[in-house]
């Protein structure tokens, strides 16, 4: 019914950028907050930036001042611009959205992109 489908990730030098997008398609009524979480090799997953419809925007400590997340309604696309990019940014990043689908409220989650940084 929903997919969210991302695109943009790869290998990258630290101190390089690069830039995720994740596309949300189906009978999507409405979106409420959207975001993007990482999971490195033996680590748990954690949230790296969310923004919600209205462009509330809450960042993960260790990212603050080199990603930026923002969010096209109209596409129900959320993209995360990184910059600066360290050796521990390197993860799989998902991409997760908390929306309405007709009566139901529920998250969805993309299939993951790797992120790799050399050092």
């Known amino acids: 019914q929903v997919q969210l489908v991302e695109s943009g990730g790869g290998l990258v030098q630290a101190g390089g950028s690069l830039t995720l997008s994740c596309a949300a398609s189906?009978?999507?009524?409405?979106?409420?907050?959207m975001g993007w979480y990482r999971q490195a090799p033996g680590k748990q997953r954690e949230l790296v930036a969310s923004i919600t419809s209205r462009g509330r925007i809450n960042y993960a400590d260790s990212v603050k001042g080199r990603f930026t997340i923002s969010r096209d309604n109209a596409k129900n696309t959320v993209y995360l611009q990184m910059n600066s990019l360290k050796p521990e940014d390197t993860a799989v990043y998902y991409c997760?959205?908390?929306?309405?689908?007709?009566?139901?409220?529920?998250?969805?989650w993309g299939q993951g992109t790797q992120v790799t940084v050399s050092s």
């Open positions: 189906g009978r999507i009524f409405s979106i409420n907050a």
């Open positions: 997760n959205a908390d929306l309405w689908v007709s009566a139901s409220r529920a998250d969805y």
